[in-house]
Structures are given as C-alpha cells and as structure tokens.
C-alpha cells in the first residue's frame, strides 16, 4: 500500500494508458515524469525484493533441511517419498517466484519487453501456480489417479474400435 501512495507523489504528465492486463506498480510509475520517479522505482524494488525475497529465503531453508533430512534416513523408501512430496511443492513455489523475481530484476537492469510478453509473464506466476497445484495433488492421490488411467484407457480403446484396418469408421 505505502508503494502505491509514494507512486500518487509523482505528476503525471504523458499519455496515461497502461499496455498490461492489469495496473501494476512499475506500469503506473513509467507514466510519471519529473525528478522523483527513479526514486519511486528503486523504493518500489527494494521493497519488492524484500517481500519477495525473505519469504522465498525462509522457504529454501525450510525445504533445504527437509532434504537434507531425508537423505540421513536409513531406508530408501521414506526417503523417496519425502522427496516425491516435496518436488511437487518446490515446482509451484519456483513457478511463482522465478518468474515474478525475473519481471522486478529485468525492469531494474534495463530490458524492455513487449506488451504481450510482459503480459504472458504476468500470467505465468500469477495463473501457472494456481492450476498447477491442485492437478499435482489430485495426481499423488491414488483413487484419482487410478480412476483417470482406467478413464484414459476405456477411451482409447473405445477410439481404437471403431475403425477397421482401412481406417473407415464401423
């Protein structure tokens, strides 16, 4: 919130259209003109990096020492299905914070994008981690996956029966 107050400091004087799916900090900032706004833009990054970063260092930590855990354990299979439980999660936390980490840090070194790349990473870890998630946990729960493999495999047969060696539908 205080990022969005400090960004209503500036004077807005160029044409004020945002070319993004939705208004995010950086797209209202570049609208703004004057001495202030390389300010805004490095208090907005610092601030960025710290909520992105701290939580993101907490969560390495966390599943560094359940690796390492893991692998101190004296059958194979525990550890196997700590590693199968926790892949899961790394994959979706790394599909929100790479991606938004990659847009903050680019901005700030000087790359330029297009607006339907900037968009399409916008969506990328805004959208990707919420669809991703619940499809992994419905995967790693056996009921569902065994009702989706016999699902697959009736409609593939079904496909498979009607048509004859020629390839003409019966």
Same mark, same amino acid.
């Given at each position: 919130m205080g990022?969005?107050?400090?960004?209503?400091?500036?004077?807005?004087?160029?044409?004020?259209?945002?070319?993004?799916?939705?208004?995010?900090?950086?797209?209202? !900032?570049?609208?703004?003109?004057?001495?202030?706004?390389?300010?805004?833009?490095?208090?907005?990054?610092?601030?960025?990096?710290?909520?992105?970063?701290?939580?993101?260092?907490?969560?390495?930590?966390?599943?560094?020492?359940?690796?390492?855990?893991?692998?101190?354990?004296?059958?194979?299979?525990?550890?196997?299905?700590?590693?199968?439980?926790?892949?899961?999660?790394?994959?979706?936390?790394?599909?929100?914070?790479?991606?938004?980490?990659?847009?903050?840090?680019?901005?700030?070194?000087?790359?330029?994008?297009?607006?339907?790349?900037?968009?399409?990473?916008?969506?990328?870890?805004?959208?990707?981690?919420?669809l991703v998630?619940?499809?992994?946990?419905?995967?790693?729960?056996?009921?569902?996956?065994?009702?989706?493999?016999?699902?697959?495999?009736?409609?593939?047969?079904?496909?498979?029966?009607? !048509?004859?060696?020629?390839?003409?539908?019966?």
């Amino acid at each position: 919130m205080g990022v969005v107050l400090h960004a209503l400091t500036l004077p807005y004087c160029n044409q004020n259209v945002i070319m993004q799916c939705y208004c995010d900090h950086v797209s209202i !900032t570049r609208l703004g003109c004057g001495e202030g706004v390389t300010y805004v833009l490095d208090v907005a990054l610092a601030n960025a990096l710290f909520t992105l970063l701290v939580p993101l260092a907490f969560i390495i930590f966390s599943y560094f020492s359940i690796i390492v855990a893991a692998l101190k354990m004296s059958q194979a299979e525990r550890s196997h299905k700590v590693m199968s439980t926790c892949a899961p999660q790394i994959f979706t936390t790394c599909l929100y914070y790479v991606p938004r980490c990659f847009v903050y840090l680019s901005y700030n070194l000087g790359f330029t994008f297009s607006v339907q790349a900037r968009v399409i990473i916008t969506m990328m870890y805004s959208l990707l981690p919420a669809l991703v998630n619940p499809a992994i946990y419905c995967l790693k729960t056996q009921d569902i996956k065994m009702a989706l493999t016999q699902r697959f495999r009736k409609g593939r047969s079904r496909i498979a029966h009607r !048509t004859d060696r020629k390839g003409a539908l019966k």
